[in-house]
């Protein structure tokens, strides 16, 4: 991807290229901190539901082809829409199925059914789909470059990148103005709150918690897609290890904080990119792992997190 | 007998909100002493500091026992601040050495909670075994092994839960879940557990809450027991005047966080401030009639 | 195993009518049992229901992607859906029916899988899954009729199984007996073949499958210590069975000219284990549930990630090649290594592999009984009921005087060094390893064994561990649907069963000595 050139410019690309694995993480990271921050609980089947909107992206532009829509961008718009909704509603039935009935049981016990969710998830894809690496097409080829001196020395982002960003920015501002200037979004803060008050206040924290797990999942899915439009390839596995970072993500910025979630994400897909770039590509995965147990251990409340206090 | 314990200028600040703020009492050895106060006076707050649930911003707080002073406010291997490692060694403290609730607990101070705090899905029974656990051989081979000091120790932990089962009244349902019993009985296990660990202190919170008359008795007669058989110094968060006015030998009447009056329950039941504290002011209040209505 | 999908056939399609006969009857029975108003409300459910379905599954199931285009499976996925929308139907009514209708139910569940699966699965998977459907409700039947021993049964149906308990519990106070029949049953069962060698009933390869079985039991009880009593939910607890496999590997790579084999490597390597656990323990000791569960998940990711990578010393994704065990230095090798000597030739006997699994397979059962007589102690001892303290209320055990971090640390090593001891039978029984055997899949196998089981629980662990473990070798043209079948599975049993299916029975104390009664000096009078 980039020529021999000196460390600076190396350094440069890479924080281009952390940047925009940090914004990927930092969508995903919001589901995990929005459900957190309402039901205290990690939603272990994100991961899955990241991946399954790979999948109904890619699906969905197929399919939109096929009934002869011939305008790429007309044929995008159709397929956003049509994948948020439904990966929303894969959200929604997460909850239904694997929380719900559970509220009020161990604290063990929707850990558990979330994991087997998030195992039924990845095996329905795998059984529907195949194990074989989905391709994507290419649209919108294209770099913009910036020479540093010589023909050589470059740093580049493709207008694919550039749209990832793009996009990040306007879901993030569509997020804060629907969380804090919204009805809505005031019923959602006044659950995360306290939940039995809102409730007696005439808050249907039930619809409330469902609309978290459903706006979790569309970020998600707006994470699936524009990872999917970059790398152009996908399996049924991605969402175990994209889901460990995202969650390491949402730790790092402080779980609950949705400004820290896409703080966190930045900061480790700056991070992972410095690391592969820099120092080794193999253990990536291990730095970031690393980094996890690192912010746990020393500041479990993350950067923007408040702390937890418990009642005796 | 001196004092057992003594606080001494405790304050302690959540974020702006000073919820004691210099407290001092002294609480003397096989005493029953009753602290009370309106809501939000910070009963509980002390109580969590006294049992190392929080740590005093400001102050101290000394353990007597044997002769010898504890402070439970300081740590044991002293302070960590401005060490050049004092990052890692605030750590390593945490993780190494026994932390301030476990530690208050060793030196024999004992608690009940406002919420009962029960191992729910353990019986009755194990529930007062695991109280035990400092005193019992825990260690791992002679227990899988059943050694015969094992089985001796096993058996002497049983009969001391049988004991104070049945000091409680609850042997009958000693085998049942904690979880499943009915809240008084969950109070008096509570308190069962509290005395299966040994204590010197016992620190009672709201012991009498939801409890009827005929059970405030017995709860009566249990604590002023607890003094006079076991030799245990008892101090106890209460809001029923019944509890507290018959079987206290002293009270402590904190509001806002502050040490408002201090004697036995007759000379605090005079006092002009803790009149006030509990009804307000003449003048400021609503008028009589409506009070009566209400 | 190859089933013979023939013999199968006649009393499969005879139960298949049966069943659709009985859910029939079932929805009758929700039509009278339950008001109009009701059944209207439990068809909107359903329809709903399968609305949704239809949204989910028709573009996942229904659409495949096959180079860039689609190829359209709509049917199948309708299939699917209307399977969901029928199955919700029938739950609905069934938590609303009284008990006997729910019997029926069962059996029509059977029918629903069999109309599923006429469309779903080509012709001999069809058989197999209403054949799975039966084996399972055959066990819950059998499950539900032994825990409902004591409580009086109302139907017909119960009251077949209700014959069940008062057998059990007669030879209750034979458990004993009974207990030594079964462990002596298991022990002779490797010996068939030379009984029987015209044509043994038990082969290599079941004896494999068994020892597979002996080493799942192994590991369900290890992390029974974590999940089920200390209630430290860990999925990273495949890195401690990697840890024993290739400390094995190595540790007889490496230190085998000093005579280090399998039944040194095996202390040593569960000691590594153990300390690993320990290590993880650390910076965990502070975390509850969900943290400590995905800093766990990561754990486990690690320690795959430096397998896979190091490749100067694990051979990498290619794997090692592990020894087999030796009998106080007899090895079941045709011919042995250099300097030692191979068993057949000792004992002048002909040479035959079966003695190897069968040495195995004992070896697997010695350590499995081993590793449940030591959680049964385990459980009864102080250290056991701290554990359930933590995980009940880590505050409360922390006022009452117990040190949080031994009591969680000990927790993670002991079950580590269980998991080792099964790595290193792994590794001995596989006699090759690679990081393809120590994926999260592994981990949540052995978590779903726990959590079906019943967390803390003994016998229904180790039926539990049979169960996932046997039921797939005996389908085998079913195993690409296991894992989906295991999160299933977890998350309906936590939803109705969320003890497992054998939930813990307390140890129950009885008082022993003549003093009862006597000393009651505060409530005496009262009384």
Request: contains cysteine; glycine residues 10%; hydrophobic residues 50%.
């Amino acid at each position: 991807m980039f020529t021999i050139g000196d460390p600076l410019i190396i350094l440069a690309q890479q924080l281009i290229n952390g940047l925009i694995l940090g914004s990927i993480y930092g969508l995903i990271a919001i589901g995990y901190t929005m459900v957190y921050g309402i039901i205290g609980m990690i939603n272990f089947a994100h991961g899955e539901i990241y991946m399954i909107s790979s999948y109904l992206f890619a699906i969905f532009l197929a399919l939109v082809g096929l009934f002869g829509v011939s305008s790429v961008p007309v044929a995008l718009l159709i397929t956003l829409v049509v994948t948020l909704v439904i990966t929303g509603l894969y959200g929604f039935s997460v909850e239904r199925i694997a929380y719900r009935p559970l509220r009020g049981s161990s604290r063990l016990a929707p850990l558990i059914s979330a994991i087997g969710m998030s195992l039924v998830l990845q095996n329905f894809v795998l059984l529907s789909q195949g194990a074989n690496t989905q391709i994507f097409p290419s649209i919108y080829e294209g770099v913009l470059r910036w020479s540093m001196g010589s023909k050589d020395n470059f740093v580049q982002i493709t207008y694919i990148q550039a749209m990832i960003i793009g996009v990040t920015v306007v879901s993030m501002i569509a997020l804060n103005i629907l969380i804090n200037h919204t009805p809505l979004g005031r019923a959602c803060r006044a659950t995360q709150q306290d939940r039995t008050m809102a409730n007696l206040m005439g808050i249907n924290t039930d619809r409330v918690i469902s609309l978290t797990f459903v706006i979790g999942a569309a970020m998600a899915a707006v994470a699936g897609m524009l990872i999917t439009f970059n790398f152009k390839s996908f399996d049924f596995f991605i969402g175990f290890v994209a889901g460990i970072k995202a969650f390491t993500a949402a730790v790092l910025g402080g779980i609950g904080s949705i400004p820290g979630a896409m703080l966190g994400g930045i900061i480790l897909g700056l991070a992972e990119s410095l690391f592969a770039g820099l120092v080794n590509t193999d253990y990536k995965d291990v730095f970031a792992f690393g980094l996890l147990v690192t912010v746990l251990v020393f500041r479990p409340t993350g950067i923007l997190g408040q702390p937890e206090v418990e009642k005796i | 007998m001196g004092p057992i314990v003594i606080v001494e200028k405790v304050s302690i600040r959540f974020g702006g909100l000073l919820a004691l703020n210099e407290v001092s009492f002294q609480m003397e050895e096989r005493h029953i002493q009753a602290i009370i106060g309106p809501n939000g006076a910070g009963k509980t707050t002390l109580f969590n500091c006294l049992t190392g649930f929080y740590k005093p911003t400001e102050g101290s707080i000394v353990l007597r026992r044997d002769g010898k002073s504890y402070h439970l406010t300081q740590p044991p291997m002293g302070s960590f601040r401005g060490n050049p490692a004092g990052w890692m060694g605030g750590f390593l403290r945490n993780l190494f050495t026994s932390n301030p609730i476990h530690r208050t607990a060793l030196l024999g101070v004992s608690r009940t909670y406002q919420n009962i705090r029960l191992f729910a899905q353990m019986t009755g029974i194990e529930n007062l075994l695991v109280a035990q656990h400092n005193s019992v051989n825990h260690k791992l081979l002679s227990g899988i092994f059943q050694t015969p000091g094992f089985l001796r120790s096993e058996k002497k932990a049983l009969e001391k839960a049988w004991y104070w089962l049945e000091f409680m009244g609850l042997e009958d349902t000693a085998n049942i879940e904690a979880g499943n019993l009915a809240y008084g009985l969950q109070r008096r296990l509570e308190l069962a557990r509290a005395m299966a660990t040994s204590p010197r202190l016992i620190c009672l919170d709201e012991p009498a809450a939801g409890l009827n008359r005929q059970e405030i008795e017995d709860l009566n007669r249990v604590i002023v027991n607890l003094r006079n058989e076991h030799k245990i110094s008892v101090l106890l968060i209460e809001h029923h005047m019944g509890v507290v006015m018959n079987i206290s030998d002293r009270v402590v009447v904190l509001d806002h966080g502050e040490v408002i009056s201090e004697g036995t329950p007759a000379e605090v039941q005079k006092d002009p401030r803790v009149i006030k504290a509990y009804l307000g002011e003449e003048e400021e209040d609503a008028p009589p009639q409506s009070r009566r209505e209400a | 195993m190859e089933i013979d999908f023939i013999i199968f056939n006649i009393p499969v399609i005879i139960l298949e009518q049966g069943a659709l006969a009985a859910g029939f009857l079932a929805s009758l029975f929700y039509i009278r049992a339950l008001d109009l108003r009701a059944y209207g409300e439990m068809i909107k459910d359903a329809a709903i229901v399968g609305a949704i379905a239809m949204v989910l599954f028709v573009p996942i199931v229904g659409l495949v992607l096959k180079d860039r285009s689609l190829v359209f499976q709509i049917e199948r996925s309708l299939m699917l859906v209307g399977a969901v929308a029928v199955g919700r139907l029938h739950i609905s009514g069934a938590v609303r029916a009284r008990v006997g209708i729910r019997i029926l139910w069962r059996l029509a569940l059977v029918g629903i899988s069999e109309t599923f699966a006429f469309f779903f699965f080509p012709e001999p998977q069809r058989n197999l899954i209403v054949l799975v459907v039966l084996v399972v409700l055959a066990i819950v039947f059998a499950l539900e009729a032994l825990l409902r021993s004591g409580e009086k049964l109302d139907s017909i149906g119960s009251k077949i199984m209700g014959a069940w308990p008062a057998v059990i519990s007669r030879a209750k106070g034979r458990q004993g007996y009974l207990m030594f029949f079964l462990v002596g049953l298991l022990v002779l069962l490797p010996f068939e073949p030379f009984i029987n060698s015209e044509n043994p009933f038990i082969t290599d390869y079941h004896l494999g499958t068994l020892t597979q079985t002996l080493i799942y039991i192994l590991l369900a009880m290890g992390l029974n210590i974590v999940v089920g009593l200390a209630g430290l939910l860990d999925l990273g607890f495949v890195a401690f069975y990697a840890v024993g496999a290739y400390g094995y590997a190595l540790i007889t790579l490496h230190l085998g000219e000093f005579g280090i084999g399998f039944w040194w490597a095996l202390p040593i390597t569960a000691s590594l284990a153990a300390f690993a656990g320990c290590m993880l323990g650390f910076p965990v000791l502070r975390m509850h549930g969900d943290y400590l569960a995905i800093v766990t998940l990561g754990f486990g990711e690690i320690i795959r990630i430096l397998l896979v990578n190091m490749i100067d010393f694990t051979n990498g994704p290619n794997g090692m090649s592990a020894p087999r065990p030796t009998l106080m230095g007899l090895e079941f090798t045709r011919r042995a290594k250099e300097g030692g000597v191979p068993l057949h030739e000792y004992f002048d006997i002909p040479y035959d592999a079966t003695y190897r699994y069968v040495f195995i397979y004992l070896v697997a059962l010695a350590l499995a009984l081993a590793a449940i007589f030591v959680f049964r102690r385990l459980r009864e001892m102080p250290i056991g009921r701290a554990w359930e303290a933590l995980r009940e209320d880590e505050t409360a055990s922390k006022a009452l005087g117990i040190n949080h971090t031994t009591v969680k640390l000990s927790a993670f090593t002991l079950g580590a060094a269980f998991a080792g001891v099964g790595g290193v039978l792994f590794a001995a029984n596989e006699g090759f390893i690679s990081p393809s055997s120590f994926t999260f899949v592994e981990s949540a196998i052995i978590l779903s064994i726990v959590v079906l089981g019943g967390m803390g629980s003994i016998t229904g662990v180790i039926i539990a561990a049979a169960i996932l473990t046997l039921l797939p070798e005996l389908f085998r043209d079913l195993q690409q649907y296991r894992m989906l079948g295991f999160g299933l599975a977890m998350v309906f049993i936590m939803i109705w069963r969320p003890g497992g299916l054998i939930k813990v029975r307390r140890r129950a104390f009885v008082r022993r000595d003549s003093a009862r009664g006597a000393s009651n000096p505060a409530l005496g009078e009262a009384d």
